[in-house]
Every structure is written in structure tokens, then in C-alpha cells.
């Protein structure tokens, strides 16, 4: 046990999907994993492990932002030895292109501040997907014919942000989407020597002003949850 993580040694798999939401990793546990079990429930934030295709997998309810996700990430790694962590999420699409239900593969994780900033103290440290993951989780896409755009996110350290000159220079850089976690997940991944992908649904945009109702997004989420995980044991 850890300070926010219940579970036993031995009841995290070496696989972990993050969902921000721990009400959505209740829900991917039970409906894409075999003999789902819950291993934590500390401060609500709810974990499962199951199998998919016979392989062991946890899906660990992160919190929101970046801070939140730290605290998750470094104790999966340091005290229970995951080895490849994969964000699934939504996140406000920024390009034209990018439309409502469409999945977002993020190479890159541009960020303003993350808690691990003071690390690099002046140096801007450049968090990049994993490779592999990256490729396999495309070609896993490709294969389901889901709407998929790969290239940069921005991981915004706020929620109500008030900074639109901000998300012009954004769009104008062709980032993808915006989102709250994946550069530190990105970081702490190449600090730990693991593996780490974020793929997101776009359940609004910030262009357009649409957004999917509360009561789609689950529904629209199910090709990402999927992509992860083909992702993972490619």
C-alpha cells in the first residue's frame, strides 16, 4: 500500500490505462475487462485489474490535472512496478480539422507548468509519447476506421483558462487539442525509463463551442478505451 494507492503487491498489473475520471475506470473495467477486480478505493479515486485477451490490466482512476496524475504515476511506478502507462481522456479540440468524437494520438505534450518543472530549473525538456505505443496505437486506429489525428497537445495547468491569446498561439502552432495531464505523464514516463501514451476523445471544442452531452461521452469513448489497448499488447 501507498499513501493514495489500497492495493496490494501483486494487484497492479504491469499495464495501466489512467482515466482522470475514476467513474470511467469503473466503467472501462467492466466493460472491457474480464474478472474485473477492485484493488483501490483511497479517496474515491477507483482502480481495477482484469484481463483483456488473457493479459493483465489495471485501469487507475488519475484525478484531475497535472499534479493529481504526478502523485498516481509515481506510485504506480516507484511501489508497484507498472511498466507502460496510457492515458485515456477527453480533451477540446483547437484545429478546424479535429471534430467532436474524433480520437487524438499525442506525440508531443506542450506545457506552460507541470510539478516537474523545477527539475529542468531554465531548460525546456520536450515530453514525447513512446514510440512504439505511439505507432502501434495508430495502426490500431487505422484498422477500426476511427476519425484519428496524430501530432501535438497542450496540457494546460488550468481548466477555466483566461488566456486566449495563449490558444491562438496554440492553434497557430498546429496543436491538436488541449487537455489537462499528459506532459507530466510524459516526463515521469522518461524519468522511469517506461512507456506512456495519452489517447483522447475530443468531447468539445474550443472553435466551434460543440460538445458532447454528459450522457454520449461514455457511449463515444469506447474506440479509445479499445485503441489503448490493442496499443498496449501490440
Excluded at 483547437?94 to 510539478?115: E, F, G
Aim: charged content about 20%; overall charge negative; hydrophobic content about 40%.
Amino acid at each position: 500500500m501507498t499513501i493514495h494507492i489500497g492495493a496490494a503487491p501483486g494487484d497492479i498489473a504491469e499495464t495501466v490505462l489512467m482515466p482522470g475520471d475514476p467513474y470511467r475506470a469503473k466503467w472501462a473495467a467492466e466493460t472491457f475487462l474480464q474478472d474485473a477486480k477492485l484493488v483501490n478505493e483511497v479517496r474515491g479515486m477507483l482502480g481495477y485489474t482484469g484481463t483483456w485477451n488473457g493479459h493483465r490490466v489495471t485501469i487507475q482512476g488519475s484525478g484531475m490535472g497535472m499534479p493529481s496524475l504526478s502523485i498516481y504515476a509515481n506510485e504506480l511506478i516507484r511501489d508497484y512496478g507498472a511498466k507502460t502507462l496510457i492515458r485515456i481522456g477527453s480533451c477540446g479540440g483547437m484545429q478546424d480539422k479535429v471534430k467532436v468524437r474524433d480520437v487524438i494520438l499525442a506525440m508531443t505534450a506542450s506545457t506552460v507548468n507541470s510539478p516537474s518543472s523545477g527539475i529542468f530549473r531554465e531548460l525546456n525538456f520536450a515530453p514525447c509519447a513512446d514510440w512504439g505505443l505511439l505507432q502501434a496505437a495508430a495502426t490500431a486506429a487505422a484498422k477500426r476506421g476511427s476519425a484519428t489525428h496524430i501530432g501535438g497537445l497542450y496540457s494546460s495547468d488550468v481548466f477555466y483558462d483566461e488566456r486566449p491569446d495563449l490558444n491562438e498561439q496554440m492553434v497557430r502552432h498546429g496543436i491538436l487539442g488541449v487537455e489537462m495531464e499528459a506532459a507530466e505523464l510524459y516526463t515521469l514516463a522518461a524519468r522511469h525509463g517506461c512507456r506512456a501514451l495519452a489517447v483522447l476523445t475530443v468531447s468539445d471544442h474550443l472553435g466551434t463551442g460543440e460538445a458532447l452531452p454528459s450522457d454520449q461521452r461514455e457511449r463515444s469513448f469506447g474506440d479509445m478505451v479499445e485503441i489503448a489497448l490493442e496499443a498496449a499488447f501490440s
